[in-house]
């Protein structure tokens, strides 16, 4: 009589590895669910975004209404301090690292830890970008391993330009406002190729919290953290981590003190004008000896 034990027993090890594989390859195939083309938008802007899909659901589960505002622009209308700006408050090391910056992860664990709490993040522009295509804001391990797969096929189908550029035109700004266009249009009045640094500023220190923070009617905090990234622009912060410790002791105080002004609805006019800042000569960026990161071109 023949022994099937043996049979079965590596059927079941090969089932039990087909499924180790199965999950451990999940977060890949379900990125290819959510884009099956990276390479698509080498050459094309989204229509819409998955940010765009939730913030839209999120006001018609309560019950009001939402107006879009996103109009895709190339990276050379944008005015060079908002994209030297950017990249200079977001992601420093854009540049140079492939989609992960695990020095800044490192030193944000470590910060966190120490603070008890997650006051500092570490994403990059690509991973803010995926999260803002494909996925949204909820937090969860599955989210996060997702977003790596398409952090990676982002970085491996497009240059970094390109990827600033995307992130450009869809990173949230208030309610409703996506991108530099709509953003410089609501807040300023202006096409983006013509903020001023101050105006720059001001809309890279509004990007942690879009829907808090009203770049038309400032608040403090937001005020504060306008004239560190602007100073940060000019060359008076050339260490990192003096910049960084900055920007989170403000975060402190504003945690302590409550939430900034709110975004108005679209539509809606602000009661107060913004409080007034220092003037600086308009052509105050355009004098400062900071080159602009590497790849940054001055079009």
Request: hydrophobic letters at 40%; charged letters at 25%.
């Amino acid at each position: 009589m023949v022994d099937l034990a043996p049979h079965r027993s590596k059927r079941k090890r090969r089932l039990f590895l087909l499924l180790v594989v199965l999950i451990v390859s999940s977060p890949i195939w379900y990125s290819y669910i959510k884009c099956p083309s990276v390479w698509y938008y080498r050459w094309n802007m989204p229509h819409r975004t998955a940010m765009m899909n939730y913030r839209a659901d999120q006001a018609a589960e309560r019950g009001r209404s939402f107006t879009l505002r996103y109009q895709p622009i190339p990276l050379k209308q944008v005015a060079l301090s908002l994209r030297k700006g950017v990249v200079m408050a977001e992601d420093g090391n854009f540049y140079e690292h492939h989609g992960f910056d695990f020095e800044a992860i490192r030193k944000a664990y470590r910060f966190n830890q120490r603070r008890g709490r997650i006051v500092r993040g570490a994403s990059t522009i690509s991973q803010q970008l995926a999260k803002n295509l494909w996925l949204s804001p909820k937090h969860s391990y599955w989210r996060k391993l997702v977003e790596a797969v398409l952090t990676v096929r982002l970085e491996l189908a497009l240059p970094k330009d390109r990827i600033l550029e995307l992130y450009l035109n869809v990173i949230e700004w208030g309610d409703g406002i996506f991108g530099a266009a709509a953003a410089s249009q609501y807040y300023f009045h202006l096409p983006p190729q013509a903020l001023s640094p101050q105006q720059s500023a001001l809309l890279v220190a509004a990007i942690p919290s879009p829907l808090r923070s009203n770049p038309r009617r400032p608040s403090s905090y937001l005020q504060r953290r306008q004239r560190i990234i602007l100073s940060w622009l000019l060359g008076n912060y050339r260490d990192e981590k003096q910049k960084q410790d900055l920007l989170d002791s403000i975060r402190d105080e504003e945690d302590q003190a409550g939430a900034p002004t709110p975004t108005p609805a679209p539509g809606q006019t602000p009661a107060a004008t913004p409080t007034p800042l220092e003037e600086l000569p308009p052509d105050l960026f355009a004098r400062s000896p900071t080159p602009a990161p590497t790849g940054i071109s001055k079009e």
